[in-house]
C-alpha cells in the first residue's frame, strides 16, 4: 500500500521532466560520438587524394617535404608518431611526480589559506595560452637550460638517452618536454588535488588512530583511493601534450630521424608541429599529406584513451 501510495502522490509533471531529461542527457551523449565520427570522416575524406591518388605525384610531394629523405607516406609518418609520443611522454615522466606531490601538499598539508592560494594559481597556469609557453620556451628556458643539459650530457652521456654532446643553443626534445611538462603540470595537479580532496574523512582519521603517521596515512588511505583518477588526470595531460603545436613548433629544432638522442638538435619533429610549418606552402596534395598525419594523430589520441580507460577500469577495479 505504502509503494502504491508513493506512487499516486507522484505529481505527473515529474514524470515528464524525467523523460525529458532522460532524452537530453542520451542526444548529448549521442552528440560526442556524432561529432568524433565527423572528425574521423572529415580526416578520411580529405586525406583520399593521398591514399587512393596518383601515387607518383604523392611521392614527389612526400619527397619534397623531406628534402628526399622519405619516399612514401609510412616513412614520413613514422618517424612524426615516434617524436610526438617521444616528447609526449617524457613531458609526462616529468610532470606526472611534480603534480602528485603539489596535488598532496595542497591537500593534506598546506594551511588552508595557503592551499586556496596554490589552488587559484594552479587554475590559472592552466589557462595560460600555449603560445605564451612558446615564447617562453624559446626566449627564456633555452639559453637559461643549457649549462644544465650540457652537465647531464658531461657526466650521464653513458646513458644513450643523454648521449652528448648537448646542443647550444637548447632547442632539443627535452627542452621541449620541459615546456610541455610545465603546461600538462596544471590540469594534472588540478584534478589530482580535487580527488585527493575527496577521501573519505573517516578512512583518513582511522589510519591515524591506528598509529599511522601523516606519511603512512597517505600511503594507505589518500593515495589508493585516488589512483584511478591520478591516471585519468595523466593521460588528459598526455593528450594535451600529443597534440600540442605552436610551443613546439617555437622551440624545437626539427629532424626526421627514429632517435632517442633527446639532448642533440635536429633529431626528431611532431605531427602537429609539422603540419604547422608545412601548411602555409603546401598545394592541394600536400595539404591532404598533412591531413593524412592528422588522421594518424587522431587514431594515436584514441588508442591512447582507450588504453588509459582499461587502465583506469582496472585500478578501480
Known amino acids: 500500500m505504502s509503494s502504491e501510495?508513493?506512487?499516486?502522490?507522484?505529481?505527473?509533471?515529474?514524470?515528464?521532466?524525467?523523460?525529458?531529461?532522460?532524452?537530453?542527457?542520451?542526444?548529448?551523449?549521442?552528440?560526442?560520438?556524432?561529432?568524433?565520427?565527423a572528425v574521423f570522416l572529415f580526416l578520411f575524406f580529405r586525406a583520399w587524394p593521398l591514399i587512393g591518388g596518383d601515387q607518383n605525384a604523392n611521392?614527389?610531394?612526400?619527397?619534397?617535404?623531406?628534402?628526399?629523405?622519405?619516399?612514401?607516406?609510412?616513412q614520413y609518418v613514422g618517424p612524426l608518431?615516434?617524436?610526438?609520443?617521444?616528447?609526449?611522454a617524457i613531458a609526462l615522466l616529468?610532470?606526472?611526480?611534480?603534480?602528485?606531490?603539489?596535488?598532496?601538499?595542497i591537500s593534506q598539508y598546506a594551511p588552508k589559506g595557503l592551499a586556496t592560494a596554490l589552488?587559484?594559481?594552479?587554475d590559472l597556469l592552466a589557462a595560460i595560452p600555449s603560445v605564451i609557453y612558446g615564447l617562453w620556451g624559446g626566449i627564456v628556458l633555452v639559453p637559461a637550460i643549457y649549462p644544465f643539459w650540457n652537465w647531464v650530457a658531461k657526466y650521464l652521456g653513458w646513458i644513450p638517452l643523454f648521449k652528448g654532446p648537448a646542443a647550444n643553443p637548447a632547442r632539443t626534445v627535452a627542452t621541449v618536454a620541459v615546456v610541455l611538462a610545465v603546461m600538462i603540470l596544471?590540469?594534472?595537479?588540478?584534478?589530482?588535488?580535487?580527488?585527493?580532496?575527496?577521501?573519505?574523512?573517516?578512512?583518513?582519521?582511522?589510519?591515524?588512530a591506528l598509529?599511522?603517521?601523516?606519511?603512512?596515512?597517505?600511503?594507505?588511505?589518500?593515495l589508493p583511493f585516488g589512483k584511478s583518477g591520478v591516471v585519468s588526470a595523466s593521460m588528459l595531460g598526455l593528450g594535451r601534450a600529443l597534440g600540442e603545436t605552436m610551443?613546439?613548433?617555437?622551440?624545437?629544432?626539427?629532424?626526421?630521424?627514429?632517435?632517442?638522442?633527446?639532448?642533440?638538435?635536429?633529431?626528431?619533429?611532431?605531427?602537429?608541429?609539422?603540419?604547422?610549418?608545412q601548411y602555409p606552402e603546401a598545394n592541394s596534395l600536400g595539404v591532404s599529406t598533412l591531413i593524412a598525419t592528422g588522421l594518424v594523430l587522431f587514431l594515436i589520441t584514441f588508442i591512447v584513451n582507450f588504453i588509459a580507460r582499461k587502465i583506469t577500469q582496472k585500478v578501480s577495479a
Open 94 to 105: 616529468i610532470a606526472f611526480f611534480v603534480s602528485v606531490g603539489i596535488a598532496l601538499f
Open 59 to 74: 611521392r614527389a610531394t612526400i619527397e619534397s617535404f623531406t628534402g628526399g629523405k622519405a619516399h612514401n607516406f609510412w
Open 247 to 277: 610551443a613546439v613548433l617555437m622551440i624545437l629544432s626539427p629532424g626526421m630521424h627514429y632517435s632517442f638522442k633527446i639532448l642533440q638538435a635536429s633529431q626528431n619533429q611532431t605531427i602537429a608541429a609539422n603540419i604547422a610549418a
Open 186 to 208: 596544471p590540469i594534472i595537479t588540478s584534478m589530482a588535488r580535487d580527488v585527493y580532496l575527496q577521501t573519505p574523512r573517516l578512512q583518513q582519521e582511522a589510519a591515524l
Open 5 to 37: 501510495k508513493s506512487t499516486l502522490d507522484q505529481p505527473v509533471g515529474g514524470k515528464s521532466a524525467d523523460k525529458i531529461f532522460k532524452w537530453i542527457a542520451f542526444a548529448c551523449g549521442a552528440l560526442i560520438l556524432v561529432v568524433l565520427a
Open 211 to 222: 598509529g599511522a603517521t601523516k606519511w603512512e596515512m597517505i600511503k594507505l588511505a589518500v
Open 119 to 122: 589552488s587559484m594559481i594552479v
Open 81 to 88: 608518431a615516434f617524436g610526438t609520443v617521444l616528447v609526449a
